[in-house]
């Protein structure tokens, strides 16, 4: 963070400077202020219209439930840049991220932002530091922004040709270009990338950043989407994180979460894991079937839960075993996690991360402990094994039956998240999405580009 | 003789028109002759949008009445209808418009509408109770008021006789008609919300 603000913005020349948070639904929202207004507007925050969490991806006002207190007929709510995210984006412009706040100086419930603050705060309570990173996937395609509306974003060709399978480098040039330039925007931007690779469906991509507390994990999840969109749209493609955009496989959003004490890895044990692990594990087992409205939020998330295609579709968790929903790496000192596997590539990370580490923080104060681990392969089971809810409308109804999840993560974040999946289910059914096709054109519509 | 016993079942995972349909069935086997022509039918009936793909089949048996999503393979009888105006019949597959079967089903599920003060006085006993809903509703009916529950905040609701039963019976969508500006109303962009919630309550579980 600079200690001068002004002389940092006059040594880099900055003349506009693009304050960003996140809604609900997962997209970078915000706006473009000059210098002069940024600095003014660092100790009030910079006023947003509440509907920036009341609007869906179809760009219509949801209702139908009750309302938090900050949530008015447009009334302002303020985003406080955390001066630690200030960035140079590119030349003469600068990035920040902040939080919503209401008029009274509260944090705004809803913000994803926000909830994953408290929830790195219990821990912290605790004693522990997590440790987080994110994998992010999604899809390039050879056409323009412009071109993919033009179609209906239908009938594209993914970047890289249709052949092979993951880990393939066998890639044409314009992939690499892409693949690269991302890369080293990443690198000027100092976000610590580790990996990139193709995945398993065609034209589909992944990216690694470097582990890191939960909220830095988040904002760098956040600000590399927006890099691999805007890096797309220099080179005349474009890209999306839809969970599902054809019968291919589906692409993913895996979280690794450990955690720290004293700087030692607390999961860590040389026979499994630990007791920490354990209850952690706990609790997060306890609150997956709750968890997963937030990790797989849209209707198109649930199209990804097929059988042997990779995602978990059974509450199960395993050590070393990637069929399961939670995958337990043990026994390294520095590597013992868990690995979150039900996130889709359409899930908001702050959110769904603040949902895990929720969880985990029940089982630590419960001392819950797992359900046995899972050995076989957790797909095509028989009969009686639980299944991971299926329909955006089984999993809102699993959240609001929860007190568990609900108790950590607060009342009035999830009644809202509830409300605002009731929304999305309405608008699929009555405004032209189909449940008995394949992916519909309602979906390629509202969720190619967003979030 | 008893009456003839018949549940309404709905499917697992209902769509929104699958719990429309079902509220509205289920309505009349509260009403005797409803329940008498219900009891009567066996057949298989898909009920259609004409305007987008929302679809229900209503399997009609002796003991319950089956709904679930989508169009069977096998139906006795297709009606395509207006989802926006109580079910109006667009066409006919399967059966002449004016065979038994289509004006029975069509009697079941365009029910007579409920006089507009008791439509809101049972939407008033259904959610006033629900988070975030006015202290007080005041229904207003060219020159005429009702006003249910009392006190601070107030909401005012007002419209046509025919369109406030529709809307307050769950048969129309309130969201809907408030844009189309077929009901007026005063309160805040809160209680919008809320009472858009109210509606859908009623509408998918009356």
Redesign the interface.
């Known amino acids: 963070m600079p200690e001068n603000i002004d002389a940092w913005l006059a040594e880099h020349r900055i003349d506009s400077v693009r304050i960003e948070g996140t809604n609900l639904e997962g997209s970078f929202i915000g706006k473009n202020v000059s210098p002069r207004k940024f600095t003014s507007g660092l100790k009030s925050g910079f006023a947003f219209a509440d509907v920036a969490f009341g609007l869906d991806l179809g760009n219509a006002p949801?209702?139908?439930?009750?309302?938090p207190s900050w949530?008015?007929?447009?009334a302002d709510i303020f985003l406080h840049a955390d001066l630690s995210t200030l960035v140079e984006w590119s030349p003469g412009r600068a990035s920040v991220i902040g939080g919503f706040w209401d008029p009274d100086g509260n944090p705004v419930s809803a913000c994803p932002r926000n909830a994953l603050q408290r929830m790195t705060k219990l821990l912290a309570e605790r004693g522990y530091e997590a440790k987080v990173a994110v994998e992010i996937e999604a899809t390039v395609f050879e056409e323009s922004i412009q071109e993919a509306r033009n179609k209906g974003y239908r009938g594209l060709t993914p970047l890289g040709g249709s052949a092979g399978s993951a880990y393939h480098l066998a890639k044409s040039k314009d992939w690499e270009d892409y693949m690269l330039a991302v890369a080293r925007r990443l690198e000027e931007l100092g976000i610590p990338w580790e990996a990139w690779g193709d995945e398993a469906a065609s034209g589909q991509i992944e990216f690694n950043v470097a582990p890191a507390d939960p909220v830095t994990a988040a904002d760098y999840w956040a600000r590399t989407r927006q890099v691999m969109r805007e890096v797309a749209f220099e080179q005349g493609r474009c890209v999306t994180f839809m969970a599902k955009w054809c019968d291919e496989y589906g692409q993913a959003s895996h979280i690794n979460v450990s955690l720290e004490r004293d700087g030692e890895n607390a999961f860590y044990d040389e026979f499994g894991p630990s007791q920490v692990m354990t209850h952690f594990l706990g609790g997060v087992m306890a609150t997956l079937i709750p968890a997963t409205s937030f990790a797989l939020p849209a209707i198109t998330s649930y199209r990804r839960l097929q059988e042997l295609e990779g995602p978990p579709t059974t509450v199960a968790w395993g050590v070393a075993n990637k069929s399961t929903a939670v995958r337990a790496v043990v026994g390294h000192p520095k590597y013992s996690r868990l690995e979150y596997r039900t996130p889709g590539a359409d899930a908001n990370i702050y959110l769904v991360l603040a949902a895990v580490l929720a969880g985990g923080v029940a089982g630590l104060d419960g001392k819950i402990d797992p359900p046995e681990p899972f050995d076989d392969m957790a797909w095509c089971l028989p009969p009686g094994m639980p299944k991971i809810p299926n329909?955006i409308?089984?999993a809102a109804e699993a959240l609001r039956a929860d007190t568990l999840l609900t108790g950590v993560l607060g009342q009035e974040l999830v009644?809202y998240w509830l409300?605002t999946r009731?929304w999305e289910?309405?608008q699929f059914?009555?405004?032209?999405?189909?449940?008995?096709?394949g992916l519909t054109e309602w979906e390629s519509n509202r969720y190619f580009e967003l979030p | 003789m008893t009456d003839p016993a018949v549940s309404v079942v709905l499917e697992d995972?209902p769509?929104?028109?699958v719990l429309t349909v079902g509220r509205t069935l289920r309505a009349g086997t509260r009403d005797p002759e409803s329940l008498r022509l219900i009891a009567s039918l066996r057949e298989t009936v898909v009920v259609k949008s004409k305007d987008?793909?929302?679809a229900v089949t209503i399997r009609f048996g002796e003991i319950q009445v089956g709904v679930g999503?989508?169009i069977a393979s096998d139906p006795h009888v297709v009606l395509t209808v207006d989802l926006t105006d109580r079910f109006a019949v667009e066409s006919v597959d399967g059966a002449e418009p004016d065979a038994p079967l289509v004006t029975t089903v069509l009697r079941l599920l365009q029910p007579p509408l409920p006089h507009w003060r008791d439509a809101a006085s049972r939407f008033w006993e259904m959610t006033s109770r629900?988070?975030?809903m006015p202290r007080e509703l005041v229904v207003v009916c060219e020159e005429e008021e009702l006003v249910l529950g009392g006190g601070l905040p107030r909401y005012v609701l007002s419209g046509e006789a025919e369109k406030l039963s529709r809307v307050l019976s769950g048969t129309d969508v309130f969201?809907d008609e408030v844009y189309t500006g077929s009901l007026a109303v005063r309160g805040?962009?809160?209680q919008?919300?809320?009472m858009?919630?109210a509606s859908?309550k009623v509408r998918f579980h009356a």
């Open positions: 949801q209702f139908g439930f009750a309302m949530r008015g007929d447009l329909t409308s089984k009644d409300g009731q289910w309405l059914h009555t405004t032209g999405g189909d449940p008995d096709t | 995972d769509t929104p028109l987008d793909p929302q999503h989508g629900d988070p975030g969201l805040t962009m809160t919008l919300s809320v858009a919630g859908l």
